[in-house]
């Protein structure tokens, strides 16, 4: 199960998404949507630890993402991008 609880995020000070909750179990899909600039890309960077959390916890099956390893987090998450990178 994905957890994540209070979660704030952003870049530098600028704050952008602000005490997210959800919770995900196992073999569930899903979709993120919301209109430009609402966070969906906020979200996909802080559950994949490409930014860190300004505060609040992501953990999958207890474990919190920050103390697993970069290659522990690979094996479980994968981001296909709309528009491959340039």
Same mark, same amino acid.
């Given at each position: 199960?994905?957890?994540v609880h209070q979660l704030h995020a952003g870049?530098? /000070?600028?704050?952008?998404?602000?005490?997210?909750?959800?919770?995900?179990?196992?073999?569930?899909?899903?979709g993120v949507l919301g209109p430009n600039g609402?966070?969906?890309?906020?979200?996909?960077?802080?559950? /994949?630890?490409v930014i860190e959390p300004m505060s609040g916890?992501?953990?999958?099956?207890?474990? =919190?993402?920050?103390?697993?390893?970069?290659?522990?987090?690979?094996?479980?998450?994968?981001?296909?991008?709309?528009?491959? =990178?340039?």
């Amino acid at each position: 199960m994905l957890k994540v609880h209070q979660l704030h995020a952003g870049y530098g /000070t600028k704050e952008i998404l602000r005490g997210i909750d959800f919770e995900l179990s196992d073999h569930v899909f899903c979709g993120v949507l919301g209109p430009n600039g609402s966070g969906k890309s906020t979200l996909l960077r802080a559950l /994949t630890r490409v930014i860190e959390p300004m505060s609040g916890s992501i953990s999958w099956q207890g474990t =919190p993402l920050k103390s697993m390893s970069a290659l522990e987090l690979a094996r479980l998450v994968a981001v296909v991008s709309q528009m491959p =990178p340039v």
